[in-house]
């Protein structure tokens, strides 16, 4: 069974103890995913701390809307450098 919160802030979901909560009112496995959070080292480390068990990021868009792989590229190598230990 998984959760992700609609129409709130993954964060803000995650600083609240909402998680640990409906945790405790269920015998079956809860999982925790975060929607777009900011892809940070800070944000991410903290989200996994909470309870989160995985984080939906977006990638990088153009003015118009596009994405580019170059932009893509860039943006996975900062991602792992903020999420390796």
């Keep these: 069974m998984a959760w992700s919160p609609c129409g709130s802030p993954s ?21 925790l995913t975060a929607s777009g959070p900011d892809p940070d080292r800070r944000t991410l480390t903290h989200l996994r701390d909470r309870g989160a068990h995985r984080a939906l990021v977006w990638l990088p868009q153009d003015a118009a809307g596009a994405i580019s792989v170059s932009d893509t590229e860039r943006f996975l190598d900062d991602l792992v450098a903020n999420t390796t230990h």
């Design 11 to 31: 964060t803000r979901i995650c600083q609240s103890d909402r998680f640990a909560r409906l945790q405790d009112r269920t015998d079956k496995p809860l999982e």
